[in-house]
Nanobody, 123 residues
């Protein structure tokens, strides 16, 4: 089994930055596809960013502001979030897949999920 634990969320003013971390324990395959999703109150969970086979992918709403990265030595993934907006307020989840099949933006592609970390951006 793989366990994912997010951290780094909090309250920040619009225009500010946060860096989320996702620490992975258990079975460790450094090439596992990783992703970040988020869910705002009353909305469905949506794709934010993904890393697969050395390539990165972003939702249009965060492109140019967010950066996904990975430290293989620490088995940790990161989501650097800059120029935050009020509409970025959500619970952010990291996710991991067992293979590279399926859409990188689809929830069903990912087998393991963290518990989520709250990000609140004040206007």
């Amino acid at each position: 089994q793989v366990r994912l634990v997010e951290s780094g969320g909090g309250l920040v003013q619009a225009g500010g930055s946060l860096r989320l971390s996702c620490a992975r324990s258990g079975r460790s395959y450094i090439m596992y596809p990783m992703a970040w999703f988020r869910q705002a109150p009353g909305k469905e969970r949506e794709f934010v960013a993904a890393m697969r086979s050395g390539r990165t992918y972003y939702a249009d709403s965060v492109k140019g502001r967010f950066t996904i990265s990975r430290d293989n030595a620490k088995d940790t993934e990161y989501l650097q979030m800059n120029s935050l907006k009020a509409e970025d307020t959500a619970i952010y989840y990291c996710a991991s897949a067992q293979s590279v099949s399926g859409s990188y933006a689809s929830i069903s592609t990912y087998n393991y999920w963290g518990q989520g970390t709250q990000v609140t951006v004040s206007a």
